[in-house]
């Protein structure tokens, strides 16, 4: 059945299909280039990128709930440059022809305009930036822009001013009103809008009585997290005209059927990839067939169809 | 790399350890020792991720992948219970593993059932040596016959006194390293264990190779939850952190950074 549609266009983004993978959960794409050619997927979406290296939080670093896990890594990375330079980075990933979108975070707007400006000089294979306003697990910067209209703004207008690229602005689930976020993106010239983060979290070891983390909480993801995920989908989706991608404990084709239906027009698929390398392809073959299955000829056809 | 493997056998060595082998043909012919399979364990419905074990052995004429296992959580729990015949995703080789010393005598040394992962070594090593154990109880040194019948000398302590010496195992290092001409030793345990280890051994030029992780996540490279410090003098800290499922979990001991 080679005649299904499964492009799709993010405004002025374009992708072969809507499966894209989630920042954090996918390193920078080397590691599962070896199962599979990361170029099948509709995006590779890296782990989040600073000015400079960053060693994340202390460990452990992440610990297993039901359904699905809790993670406080920090945002480790290697910084601006290493990234650009690094053999294991960009140029790593533009041998391999897939469509990369980098993820983005600093402490102070600046911080995120420059990393911007780097990509933009050398954007050679880079296809878009997505603005992380909604980390949890960094005590600057991440979540204490996602959590504020106004401070979000500015982040996003300081990256908006550095780039042309497509601007994908993740959002927090941590929020009264997503609506107003949602919105509030489009407002300061995001192209789209990408949601859930993970949810803040903590565990307990009642053994010990110490938190299961040594940053204490975390972010919740996994398949725990889907129906929140659905729902926030759903409300920013009606609160925008710009592009929604959801994400939030995708395990199959069905799973990412759902968010199409609340009205994103594209998926990442996360945690389902610790578990199984190949969760992103199975994801794409899986919506694949429920649209086989149902006489769905193009992706398009599910975007936002909820029928209320 | 990802291989549907059926389970051949899943039998009790002693109360709370388990040996498992799995038909695993793919993993069986290119393993190493230090290196481990990543498992989606069967029947664990729930919890989604997989389960990260040392391969102990490995038969690539047989295509079977052996693990050893102490039962300590969920995960195990429902390992235990899986019964020959069933079919599970296995994950592997995954990581790196000790890199054997040419000219030297394996000194091993195995916290708990750190056991489990220098036994691989113990097998494929081209002469006899010795092996350091050291646990809770007599009941917890295990593998203790496997060892002596591929003819390493064991030396062993329990912190309870119940078998060899009170104490821990670092207490037997000196004996040890005195006892060999020319010792490389091969280390795999609780992270206390090895980062003593790793302490007594500094600035002595005795090849020392530690076997040591974190939680897991993904178990290729991509999560970033299991890692270790290492060494970094061009890090403000002096340290960095090491995806041990990547770059690890062996590592030498000299660049491990033996502080939590």
Redesign the interface.
């Known amino acids: 059945m080679n005649d299904l549609d499964l492009q799709v266009k993010l405004g002025p983004l374009t992708l072969k299909n809507p499966v894209m993978t989630a920042s ?4 920078y794409g ?3 280039n ?2 599979y050619p990361i170029s099948e997927l509709g995006a590779v979406v890296v ?1 989040g990128i600073a000015p400079w290296p960053s ?2 939080n202390p ?6 709930v ?4 809790i ?1 406080a ?1 920090g945002l ?1 990375g290697p910084g601006i440059e290493k990234f650009l330079h690094g053999e294991h980075y960009m140029p790593f990933l533009r041998k391999t022809g897939a469509t990369v979108v980098v993820n983005i975070w600093g402490r102070t707007p600046d911080d995120y305009a420059l990393v911007a400006e780097r990509l933009e000089a050398e954007k050679d294979g880079v296809a878009a930036l997505e603005i992380n306003v909604s980390c949890p697990n960094v005590k600057e910067g991440g979540l204490s822009f996602g959590t504020n209209v106004e401070s979000m703004q500015r982040v996003i207008r300081a990256v908006r001013a550095k780039t042309s690229l497509p601007l994908i602005t993740k959002l927090s689930p941590n929020v009264s009103r997503i609506a107003d976020f949602a919105r509030g993106a489009q407002d300061a010239g995001s192209d789209m809008i990408s949601l859930i983060n993970t949810i803040p979290a903590m565990a307990i070891d009642i053994y010990t009585r110490r938190p299961k983390l040594a940053n204490v909480t975390g972010g919740l993801s ?2 725990a997290v889907k129906p929140v995920a659905v729902k926030l989908v759903y409300e920013a989706a009606r609160a925008v005209s710009i592009p929604v991608i959801g994400m939030g404990g995708i ?1 199959s084709g069905e799973d990412a059927v759902e968010f199409l239906l609340a009205g994103a027009s594209a998926v990442a698929v996360g ?8 969760a992103p392809l199975r994801v794409l073959n899986g919506i694949r067939a429920f649209m086989e299955r149902t006489g769905v000829r193009s992706v398009k056809e599910l975007i936002g169809q909820i029928q209320i | 790399m990802d291989q549907i493997s059926r389970i051949l056998r899943n039998d009790e060595m002693t109360a709370g350890y388990r040996r498992l082998v799995f038909l695993a043909p793919d993993i069986a012919k290119s393993a190493l020792p230090g290196q481990f399979v990543h498992v989606q364990i069967p029947g664990l419905r729930d919890r989604i991720l997989r389960r990260p074990f040392s391969i102990s052995s490995a038969d690539p004429a047989a295509g079977t992948v052996t693990v050893i296992f102490k039962v300590v959580g969920l995960g195990t729990t429902e390992l235990a219970k899986a019964e020959p015949g069933v079919e599970c995703a296995v994950l592997g080789p995954l990581g790196n593993g000790y890199k054997p010393v040419p000219g030297t005598v394996p000194v091993l040394i195995a916290g708990g059932y750190g056991s489990a992962s220098t036994l691989f070594l113990a097998e494929r090593s081209k002469t006899p040596g010795l092996i350091l154990m050291g646990a809770r109880t007599e009941h917890d040194l295990i593998l203790r016959d496997e060892y002596q019948a591929l003819g390493f000398r064991l030396l062993a302590a329990t912190n309870d006194g119940s078998f060899g010496r009170k104490g821990f195992v670092t207490d037997l290092l000196e004996e040890a390293l005195g006892s060999v001409p020319a010792p490389a030793v091969y280390a795999c345990g609780p992270r206390p264990m090895l980062f003593a280890l790793g302490r007594l051994l500094e600035g002595r030029g005795i090849p020392a190779q530690l076997s040591l992780d974190q939680h897991m996540c993904c178990g290729v490279g991509a999560c970033f939850a299991c890692v270790v410090k290492l060494k970094d003098a061009d890090s403000p800290d002096g340290f960095r952190y090491s995806r041990s499922c990547k770059e690890g979990p062996v590592y030498p001991a000299e660049e491990v950074y033996c502080r939590e």
């Open positions: 954090g959960t996918f390193g080397e590691e599962y070896k199962f782990k060693h994340g460990t452990p670093r992440t610990a297993e039901v359904s699905g896990m993670n890594i480790q996994g398949p395990m945690t389902a990839t610790f578990a199984d390398p190949a």
